[in-house]
């Protein structure tokens, strides 16, 4: 999460949006935001909810462990990766999206 922080300044060049999702309680995660100096959103998802619904996750088997994904504007997920960020493979892939046209300046990477 601090390496992102650390990244939104070039995300935002790429007219990309950082969403934190994890699995902890709300309370946990303000906490947890505030300790970090995080400025993006995080989203509890207890339940693994979302990561089922975007099918990054199969249903019945949660997955704990750290999982990097990047959706276009069209909603359309481009990019999953698990384990621990490599943030250059992010911003090279960022940079190939936004010259794609597949970021959307208008709504910031948002579908």
């Known amino acids: 999460m601090e390496g992102h922080q650390r990244n939104l300044y070039l995300y935002e060049r790429f007219n990309a ?9 709300i309370i946990t995660l303000k906490y947890f935001a505030k300790s970090l100096d995080l400025t993006f959103p995080l989203l509890s998802n207890v339940t693994a909810f ?3 619904s975007m099918d990054v996750q199969p ?13 276009d504007k069209t909603g359309i997920i481009r990019y999953v990766r698990d384990g621990s960020p490599d943030y250059k493979d992010i911003l090279l892939f ?13 709504t910031g990477g948002k579908p």
Not at 18 to 24: I, P, Y
Not at 59 to 71: A, H, M, S, Y
Not at 94 to 106: H, I, S, V
């Open 17 to 25: 949006r950082v969403l934190g999702v994890s699995r902890d309680d």
């Open 50 to 52: 979302l990561g089922v």
């Open 59 to 71: 249903e019945g088997r949660p997955i704990f462990g750290r999982r990097t994904v990047i959706i």
């Open 94 to 106: 960022l940079k190939k999206m936004n010259q794609e046209g597949r970021l959307d300046p208008t």
